[in-house]
């Protein structure tokens, strides 16, 4: 039980109406998750308001609620407050008793490779014998026990609630996804962190923050907002996260691999087989509450394959040296890290090579082209599912991308599918998608094979491939399964025949 008044001392309590001095037994932002005894917090949502369910909500034993505006009929105290969902944070903050102040809380934000990102330094973490918590996209980890995520970075309560839950099992080091959403619906108001990062900025989720200017807005607070007691590793090869290094208080840690000017630079970079092979060096000294790192250089080997995952892990070894884990927990942690399904993932490696790859915006299309640029293979087949309800300027501007590539990497024609059958509703390719991608393609001189379905857009590929060719399965979620049908497709004809590429045709 906490009493109610001492908790609503933690944020800004504009109105009351029928104030009493009870206590509570909890937190809840859902009418069907109240339980007797709860403080109900209205939250105003994108699709729904929870001030339509705060009579549900008393029903199944809120005694007490927050909101925006006082509910008529409702016969329970009612606290206003301007903004709900920042009181949500402060309130589930103070009533967990602050965990995040309690942890080593690593914050991750970027366009493009915040999941890896956050795994990799979560297994240097690990293999260095800490406790560790990850919150993210794909999982939610406390110590050794897991579940799947919901979003990217949780509301707010169940983001303080976890946090209060890798306190009490004695986790002692938080690697998480910080998203755009989260931030601009203040799931992490309350959040303190040891350290930051954004690696990349591209043009992404531009439709639910109404432009990139509000987008980038929004994304660079996690360094604006940081504070003086924390670390921001910023990438100096991306142009809108080193144009933070003067407009955060917290010290400021920077590198590159083409830009040699940082705290850190990458060298000797070998990409040839796909996975990066480079020497991390410390140019200049830098420091945190818990480490001090003066100049010295050792040498780095990845197993997950890809030009975007030589920034990733200069991002995570960077964090890691901060937190003091050792270069040889390091060196161990990358030779053995296979990194994120779909995120440039080798499938298949026999006399062709398949890499499936999450081929969703332009940044994310740019680096992946890039790493092949420094491949070595005979010949390109690009399998590209067109993004489905992301509208055509999303469409126009993934084939923009691409043809910039195109005289690069020899690519004069492209295996282009709508996954009819393969994906959702929320995600169905529409007329204007396709005719924005193949506009761009047409006046490129980029002939583009079309297919309706996945399976055949493959079969594509896979039929007309030679030994040391390479197919790249691309795209989001009309891709997803892409992998797997190329996988079945080969097993069906090399099962049939020796394993040789002459008779996968």
């Not at 390479?470 to 069906?492: N, P, T, V, Y």
């Amino acid at each position: 039980m906490v009493n109610l008044q001492q908790l609503l001392q933690a944020i800004s309590v504009v109105e009351t109406y029928k104030e009493e001095n009870i206590s509570i037994t909890g937190l809840s932002y859902h009418s069907q998750k109240v339980e007797s005894g709860h403080l109900f917090v209205c939250i105003k949502g994108y699709k729904t308001d929870g001030h339509k369910y705060l009579a549900d909500a008393v029903k199944n034993g809120a005694i007490a609620a927050v909101v925006e505006d006082f509910q008529e009929g409702i016969d329970i105290p009612q606290y206003r407050v301007e903004n709900s969902r920042i009181a949500l944070a402060q309130l589930g903050n103070a009533y967990f008793n602050e965990p995040s102040k309690k942890l080593k809380m690593i914050g991750i934000t970027a366009t493009n490779g915040k999941t890896t990102t956050s795994y990799m330094t979560n297994a240097m973490l690990e293999t260095e014998g800490y406790k560790t918590g990850l919150i993210g996209t794909v999982t939610v980890k406390i110590d050794d026990y897991s579940f799947p995520a919901e979003l990217t970075t949780p509301e707010s309560l169940d983001l303080q609630n976890y946090l209060h839950q890798m306190v009490e099992r004695g986790v002692t080091h938080v690697s998480m996804e910080v998203s755009s959403a989260a931030m601009e619906t203040n799931r992490v108001e309350t959040v303190e962190y040891d350290i930051v990062t954004l690696n990349n900025i591209s043009r992404e989720h531009i439709d639910s923050h109404g432009s990139f200017e509000q987008y980038w807005n929004v994304k660079s607070s996690l360094i604006t907002n940081a504070s003086e007691n924390s670390v921001a590793v910023l990438n100096l090869d991306d142009e809108y996260s080193a144009s933070l290094i003067n407009r955060t208080n917290a010290s400021v840690v920077t590198f590159g691999v083409r830009n040699e000017e940082g705290h850190i630079r990458c060298k000797n970079l070998d990409l040839s087989t796909g996975r990066g092979k480079f020497t991390y060096e410390i140019v200049k000294e830098f420091k945190s509450k818990s480490a001090h790192l003066t100049p010295c250089s050792f040498e780095v080997e990845l197993a997950v394959p890809g030009l975007h995952s030589v920034y990733n892990s200069m991002v995570a070894i960077t964090v890691a040296l901060l937190n003091n884990v050792s270069i040889a927990s390091i060196q161990e942690t990358l030779q053995t890290f296979t990194g994120v399904e779909r995120r440039f993932e080798f499938i298949f490696e026999e006399d062709i090579k398949i890499v499936d790859d999450h081929f969703a915006n332009p940044g994310n299309i740019n680096i992946t082209l890039k790493t092949l640029q420094y491949m070595d293979f005979q010949n390109l087949h690009l399998v590209y599912a067109i993004r489905g309800e992301r509208g055509p300027t999303v469409n126009r501007e993934n084939a923009e991308a691409i043809v910039e590539w195109a005289s690069k990497l020899n690519i004069s024609e492209i295996i282009a599918t709508k996954s009819v059958s393969h994906v959702t509703l929320k995600d169905r390719v529409t007329d204007e998608e396709v005719k924005a991608f193949m506009d761009v393609m047409e006046k490129a001189g980029i002939e583009v094979k079309l297919y309706d379905e996945l399976p055949d857009a493959i079969t594509e590929a896979i039929t007309n491939v030679v030994e040391n060719d390479l197919i790249l399965l691309a795209g989001a979620q009309g891709m997803d399964l892409g992998g797997e049908i190329a996988l079945e497709i080969i097993h069906k004809r090399t099962s049939k025949a020796p394993k040789t590429v002459g008779h996968l045709q």
